[in-house]
């Protein structure tokens, strides 16, 4: 079956330590896309990449880093100096054409020890 | 704009009623909207679509309106069942945009 799997499903940061979560499509879809969800609230957008070896930070991109070395992966690197990581983390990835639904992994939820 | 808040509106409704879910958005450039439903735990699954070109179109059990005079849009759910029990979010692409703007969400809850 064609879908984006992201994983692991839960994660846990130490205190001065990076952790990366990984997403993987199989839809050929070119575009890819990193969301954050905290409780109660919308998805806000992190990262996007339409193209392989580009990206573009979205509305909230301090403390995440990103790399698109291939058309199926887009994985997310939450580094030490994202303060508030604690969220619930979803991947997603459209066509690469205008009015495109994205469409989602089941998310990673990191909690910090 | 966004309210930021831990209380997401809710929408109760009994089982076999009919739902209708709203959404308000602010760009009168955006030219592409989308409803998903996210349950517990899941990343969000695409319900339908509608360009506004449009100003309706339905799915099997939902229909989504658009009225952009007033910049409105509503997703309804024919007779609804325990399984539509979830958040539901309206996003909205603004033209030339490569990227969606999501609302807060409206949690759904199916009374027996």
């Known amino acids: 079956d064609g879908g984006i799997t992201q994983s692991p499903k839960y994660l846990f940061r130490k205190e001065g330590q990076n952790v990366t979560l990984s997403c993987e499509q199989n839809?050929?879809?070119?575009?890819m896309y990193w969301y954050r969800q905290d409780p109660g609230q919308g998805l806000r957008l992190i990262y996007y990449?339409?193209?392989?070896?580009?990206?573009q930070k979205g509305d909230i991109a301090e403390g995440y880093s990103v790399s698109r070395e291939k058309k199926e992966s887009f994985p997310l690197t939450v580094t030490s100096a994202q303060k508030n990581p604690t969220a619930f983390y979803l991947c997603?990835?459209?066509?690469?054409?205008?009015?495109?639904?994205?469409?989602f992994g089941d998310g990673t939820r990191l909690s910090i020890l | 704009g966004e309210s930021v808040g831990l209380h997401l509106p809710t929408l109760s409704v009994q089982e076999g009623d009919n739902s209708i879910i709203n959404c308000a958005y602010s760009?009168?450039?955006?030219?592409?909207f989308i409803w998903y439903k996210q349950e517990s735990g899941k990343g969000p699954q695409f319900i339908i679509d509608?360009?506004?070109?449009?100003d309706k179109r339905q799915g099997q059990r939902v229909t989504v309106l658009l009225n952009k005079t007033v910049k409105h849009l509503s997703l309804q759910i024919a007779a609804t069942q325990p399984g539509d029990s979830a958040v539901y979010f309206c996003?909205?692409?603004?033209?030339?945009?490569?990227?969606?703007?999501f609302g807060q969400g409206t949690r759904l809850t199916i009374n027996p």
């Open positions: 997603a990835s459209s066509l690469e054409r205008s009015n495109q639904p994205q469409h």
């Open positions: 839809l050929n879809h070119d575009a």
């Open positions: 990449s339409q193209i392989v070896n580009d990206f």
């Open positions: 760009n009168s450039a955006s030219d592409y």
């Open positions: 509608i360009r506004s070109n449009m």
């Open positions: 996003a909205e692409n603004v033209q030339g945009a490569q990227k969606l703007v």
